[in-house]
């Protein structure tokens, strides 16, 4: 059970990059945790708070 959850999510993992166009075919031998590092990391670059200067803090004083 706990390979074909394992399957199932590493086929999805390589369904949503291949969309986004950030796997091509020699990366199809990926393992299921290369591939979660490489969603994580388009993910956080495509996010719009990713960069520094995107979010600004304001110290508030009473």
Same mark, same amino acid.
């Given at each position: 059970?706990?390979? !074909?959850? =394992?399957?199932? #999510? #590493? *086929?999805?993992?390589? &369904? *949503?990059?291949? +969309?986004?166009?950030?796997? $091509? !075919?020699? &990366? &199809?031998? /990926? =393992?299921?945790?290369? /591939?979660? #590092?490489?969603? #994580?990391?388009?993910?956080? *670059? =495509?996010?719009?708070? $990713? !960069?520094? &200067? =995107? /979010?600004? @803090? +304001?110290? @508030?004083?009473?």
């Amino acid at each position: 059970m706990n390979n !074909q959850v =394992s399957e199932h #999510r #590493r *086929k999805w993992l390589m &369904d *949503k990059l291949m +969309i986004m166009g950030m796997l $091509s !075919q020699k &990366d &199809d031998e /990926l =393992s299921l945790r290369e /591939l979660e #590092r490489k969603y #994580r990391r388009v993910k956080s *670059k =495509s996010h719009p708070h $990713s !960069q520094m &200067d =995107s /979010l600004h @803090f +304001i110290t @508030f004083t009473s």
